[in-house]
């Protein structure tokens, strides 16, 4: 049977497979994806390779570069998070003021933007101010690609576990990679021979095997999820006392809740005296001292739980419903917001009964509520962190008698600003304001309160509560919130003088741009 042959009969048979689903209240029943036989390269990255043989997913997954429709939180236009106080596409209504206060010292705090569709993932990637641009090497392990392109399949092949440790900058030229047409793509999911879902990444499959689950043995609508967790969730890079330097791991061992997340941090760091490892951190923060832990996006830790991942509904049912194009069942490939479609056909696939306004209504109520519990718990979680400087100053300053137990009582504080500001950014980092599992988001939220209150609360305990006047009041006007900050700000003293937080940063030596985009300027000039 020659490819097209196959190939119409599989789809026909889809057909029908999707044909017995469409308009039932549950969930996709069938057993696997639509097999076909293609004559694409088994190791194709390009998503060019994909667009004759099928060009209705292709042209759908096109849509991704649609970057101008906002939601009521979210949406597609890369504003600034924490800027709440200019129009897009610079900054938006609900933007969180507190976040560059609260990455202190992390390359996060010089840009972080809202996401937008997997076709721009590169050149996002390369125009962020958190790679430094300022010298030829970006300062940031090459680990960062894992998530951007299905190129990583061909540079572990070359390179096994040394890939990693590499600088983030080797990968980043014209030549090593084509941010178009190799960004996020068609082989990052699909065999380019048979087009079954598949798994690129290397975290993922290390979870698998860690965790006794067998990719080949999984169900077709666990496939429909797992896909997306390849990259849509919370991951850290090996420490060289543990493992291949900078590999991504999932923190999954003990469970996707950020206590069991937090739990995790605590052991695997780098060794200490007695052999064994200690906390793990990503950076120390710049005002409190305290070594800290960023969350990334727990897109599938927290929807694995919620209303919908408990009833079995999967990431592509609501990111990629099916549609009919040119007669033709097919899935969605444009994987943005749900939201974005006014008539919310995804989830009136299933909720048939629901108006889409009622649908929408109900989303934004959840999201609200979250919201508002969110930029509480940020709130708390800086004054954390001013309360312990103040201590740490207090006691090395010999300001007065402390408490007794005073180095007890800062270690405890200093765990609490930790785990609160885990707590929170498991919530913040995660891209449905709360949606993919209300009830896990706001339970998140008071309990980051409540860790980052008991911090503020041991530090003036330790200092006999000589901070405590300091800390009276708004912490709007004590710690007010950074609105601008970059690598090329950090190079000016007068910037640096204007909010009591960045006088703790170092002034960066005054340089130029080596690289804008994928050019390096050097080899130009
Ligand atoms: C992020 C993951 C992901 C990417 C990237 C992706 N797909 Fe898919 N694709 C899926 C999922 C999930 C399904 C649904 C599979 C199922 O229901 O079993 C699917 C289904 C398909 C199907 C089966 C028919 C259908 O429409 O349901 C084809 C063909 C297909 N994709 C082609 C492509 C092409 C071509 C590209 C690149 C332009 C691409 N896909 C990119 C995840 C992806
Ligand atoms: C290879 C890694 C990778 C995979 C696999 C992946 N994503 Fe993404 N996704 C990203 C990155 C990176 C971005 C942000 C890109 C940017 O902002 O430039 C993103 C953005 C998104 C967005 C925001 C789009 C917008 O318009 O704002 C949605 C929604 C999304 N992904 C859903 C999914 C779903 C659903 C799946 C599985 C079917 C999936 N992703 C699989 C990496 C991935
Ligand atoms: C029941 C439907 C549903 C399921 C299942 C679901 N999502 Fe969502 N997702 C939503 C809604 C609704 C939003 C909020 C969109 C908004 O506010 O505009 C959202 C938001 C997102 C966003 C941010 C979109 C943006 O505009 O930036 C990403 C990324 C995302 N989801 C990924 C996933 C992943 C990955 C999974 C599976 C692990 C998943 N979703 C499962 C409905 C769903
Ligand atoms: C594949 C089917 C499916 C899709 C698609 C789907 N839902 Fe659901 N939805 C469910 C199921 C199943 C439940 C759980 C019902 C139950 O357990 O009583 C649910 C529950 C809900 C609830 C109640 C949740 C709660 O906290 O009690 C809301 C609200 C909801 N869905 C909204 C949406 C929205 C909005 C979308 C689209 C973004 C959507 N759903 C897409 C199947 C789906």
């Known amino acids: 049977m020659n490819s097209t042959l196959l190939h119409s009969a599989l789809a026909a048979l889809a057909l029908l497979g999707v044909a017995t689903v469409s308009g039932c209240n549950d969930v996709n029943t069938e057993l696997r994806t639509p097999v076909y036989s293609t004559s694409i390269k088994e190791d194709s990255t390009r998503i060019s390779d994909f667009a004759k043989e099928f060009p209705l997913q292709y042209n759908s997954y096109m849509k991704n570069s649609e970057s101008s429709v906002m939601t009521e939180y979210k949406g597609s236009v890369p504003f600034h998070k924490n800027d709440n106080v200019n129009p897009l596409p610079k900054g938006w209504k609900h933007a969180q003021p507190y976040l560059k206060n609260l990455w202190l010292g992390y390359p996060f705090m010089y840009e972080y933007n809202e996401a937008r569709g997997h076709t721009l993932a590169i050149q996002d990637f390369v125009n962020i101010d958190r790679i430094n641009r300022y010298g030829e090497k970006g300062t940031l392990p090459a680990t960062c690609w894992n998530c951007k392109t299905p190129k990583m399949m061909t540079w572990i092949e070359q390179y096994g576990d040394d890939f990693w440790s590499k600088d983030v900058n080797a990968f980043r030229g014209r030549e090593a990679i084509d941010a178009k047409d190799e960004t996020i793509g068609c082989a990052n999911c699909h065999d380019p021979k048979t087009m079954e879902l598949r ?22 609508n666990e496939k429909r999820s797992y896909v997306c967790a ?7 890079f090996t420490h060289k006392d543990n493992g291949p330097a900078s590999r991504p791991v999932f923190p999954w061992d003990n469970g996707f809740d950020p206590e069991d997340i937090y739990q995790y ?4 760091g780098p060794k200490g005296a007695d052999g064994k490892p200690g906390p793990f951190s990503d950076w120390v923060h710049a005002a409190s001292k305290v070594p800290m832990i960023k969350m990334q996006h727990p897109e599938f830790e927290t929807f694995q739980d919620g209303p919908h991942g408990a009833a079995g509904v999967s990431c592509a049912d609501c990111h990629m419903p099916y549609q009919r194009v040119d007669g033709k069942k097919v899935s969605s490939h444009w994987m943005t917001s749900p939201l974005k479609d006014p008539e919310l ?3 009136r696939q299933c909720h048939a009964d629901k108006t889409a306004d009622y649908l929408r209504e109900r989303v934004l109520y959840t ?15 800086v004054k954390a962190h001013e ?9 090395e300053t010999n300001a007065g008698e402390l408490h007794p137990q005073h180095q007890a009582l800062m270690a405890e504080a200093r765990e609490m600003v930790r785990k609160g500001q885990i707590f929170w950014d498991y919530v913040s980092a995660e891209n449905s304001v709360g949606f993919h599992n209300p009830t896990k988001a706001l339970d998140t939220l008071m309990t980051s309160a409540e860790c980052s209150q008991k911090a503020i609360d041991l530090a003036q305990q330790a200092t006999n509560y000589r901070i405590s006047a300091a800390l009276a009041g708004d912490i709007k006007t004590i710690v007010p919130p950074i609105l601008e900050f970059s690598r090329k700000l950090q190079q000016d003293p007068s910037v640096l003088e204007s909010n009591p937080w960045l006088k703790l940063l170092p002034t960066l030596p005054k340089a130029d741009k080596v690289w804008e985009g994928q050019d390096n300027l050097t080899a130009a000039r």
Not at 199 to 220: A, F, H, I, Q, V
């Open 230 to 236: 390849q990259c849509h969730v919370e991951y850290y």
């Open 199 to 220: 798994l690129y990444s290397e975290p993922l499959k290390d979870w698998l095997k860690r965790s006794g689950k067998d990719w080949n043995t999984m169900s077709r």
């Open 265 to 268: 941090y605590k052991g695997h």
């Open 345 to 347: 056909r995804a989830c």
């Open 367 to 381: 999201q609200k509520k979250c919201f508002d519990q969110l930029l509480k718990a940020q709130e708390v979680s």
């Open 387 to 395: 309360a312990i400087r103040l201590a740490n100053a207090d006691i």
